[in-house]
């Protein structure tokens, strides 16, 4: 993150949430009818407009990647919910809807959104603008990953460290140092039992097959020309040792092929993934 701008590659992940809802075939994969709204006016009609581009297979498979880690989440928050989990935190927000279409009460979920100041700035505008209310189920907490400890955030939203939580930390790890990801992971992993994290991490280069090794050059370069590059890799291994160590419990961790199978079986409209070079995990206390 560049000082005092908001995030760049929110506003990527964002568009193709949205590119999701008006281009792909029903029932859609994440079913977010605030992502076309939130970036403004005009929004529909610029993404009709490059919908020729957005159908190639590496936007399909990136558009299919950001989809299915936020469905992903969503469906074990419901779970985590179910087991009278009263506290969502989703860090690293971004331009993340959750919080505005969420369907339970103040009592049954109370939602905290983590992101830098200045990220969370530029999204109260874009909510403004387009008139999508701030439910009182939702606290904001500004955090910088690598200057500030989570803990100290969310203490001063209004989070209760007493009681269980479910984390959602989506399109952060990849761009932490190895201290900030353990620091992150280690103070979820503190919460009292019940509480879990969904995210995903990026697999090093050397890792990949030919052609992942190429898919993740593109995006790295992109990243990195926004001002925000990828400086962490796990392999699933080192992955496992890292949770093991936190002190999770319970692990899932879901390859591009098993996404594939649990949220695109059966899609004409070529929305899948493609390669290794992430992992999306969910892991309990």
């Given at each position: 993150?560049?000082?005092?701008?908001?995030?760049?590659?929110?506003?990527?992940?964002?568009?193709?949430?949205?590119?999701?809802?008006?281009?792909?075939?029903?029932?859609?994969?994440?079913?977010?009818?605030?992502?076309?709204?939130?970036?403004?006016?005009?929004?529909?009609?610029?993404?009709?407009?490059?919908?020729?581009?957005?159908?190639?297979?590496?936007?399909?498979?990136?558009?299919?990647?950001?989809?299915?880690?936020?469905?992903?989440?969503?469906?074990?928050?419901?779970?985590?919910?179910?087991?009278?989990?009263?506290?969502?935190?989703?860090?690293?927000?971004?331009?993340?809807?959750?919080?505005?279409?969420?369907?339970?009460?103040?009592?049954?979920?109370?939602?905290?959104?983590?992101d830098h100041a200045a990220t969370q700035q530029w999204k109260r505008r874009l909510?403004?603008?387009?008139?999508?209310?701030?439910?009182?189920?939702?606290?904001?907490?500004?955090?910088?990953?690598?200057?500030?400890?989570?803990?100290?955030?969310?203490?001063?939203?209004?989070?209760?460290?007493?009681?269980?939580?479910?984390?959602?930390?989506?399109?952060?790890?990849?761009?932490?140092?190895?201290?900030?990801?353990?620091?992150?992971?280690?103070?979820?992993?503190?919460?009292?039992?019940?509480?879990?994290?969904?995210?995903?991490?990026?697999?090093?280069?050397?890792?990949?097959?030919?052609?992942?090794?190429?898919?993740?050059?593109?995006?790295?370069?992109?990243?990195?020309?926004?001002?925000?590059?990828?400086?962490?890799?796990?392999?699933?291994?080192?992955?496992?040792?890292?949770?093991?160590?936190?002190?999770?419990?319970?692990?899932?961790?879901?390859?591009?092929?098993?996404?594939?199978?649990?949220?695109?079986?059966?899609?004409?409209?070529?929305?899948?993934?493609?390669?290794?070079?992430?992992?999306?995990?969910?892991?309990?206390?």
């Amino acid at each position: 993150m560049l000082e005092g701008v908001p995030s760049r590659t929110a506003l990527g992940v964002a568009r193709r949430r949205a590119a999701h809802q008006l281009l792909d075939d029903h029932p859609l994969v994440l079913n977010d009818p605030l992502a076309v709204p939130i970036l403004g006016p005009g929004a529909a009609d610029r993404i009709r407009a490059n919908a020729e581009k957005d159908r190639q297979p590496f936007s399909l498979a990136m558009r299919a990647f950001v989809v299915a880690r936020s469905r992903y989440a969503e469906d074990h928050l419901y779970q985590a919910v179910l087991k009278n989990v009263r506290q969502y935190v989703v860090l690293g927000a971004g331009l993340d809807t959750f919080a505005y279409r969420n369907p339970l009460s103040a009592e049954q979920l109370r939602v905290y959104e983590v992101d830098h100041a200045a990220t969370q700035q530029w999204k109260r505008r874009l909510l403004a603008s387009a008139n999508i209310r701030v439910p009182r189920t939702l606290a904001f907490a500004s955090v910088d990953f690598e200057r500030q400890t989570l803990e100290e955030g969310l203490a001063a939203a209004g989070f209760c460290s007493e009681q269980p939580a479910f984390f959602s930390w989506l399109g952060v790890t990849p761009y932490l140092t190895l201290k900030a990801f353990r620091s992150t992971l280690r103070f979820i992993a503190s919460r009292p039992p019940g509480t879990g994290v969904t995210f995903e991490y990026a697999m090093p280069r050397e890792s990949l097959t030919f052609q992942g090794k190429l898919a993740l050059d593109l995006i790295a370069a992109r990243v990195e020309k926004a001002g925000e590059p990828f400086r962490l890799f796990f392999t699933p291994e080192q992955m496992r040792d890292e949770l093991d160590d936190a002190g999770f419990s319970t692990v899932e961790g879901l390859s591009c092929r098993e996404i594939n199978v649990r949220y695109f079986q059966g899609r004409r409209d070529g929305l899948r993934l493609y390669g290794e070079a992430a992992k999306l995990t969910t892991a309990w206390v």
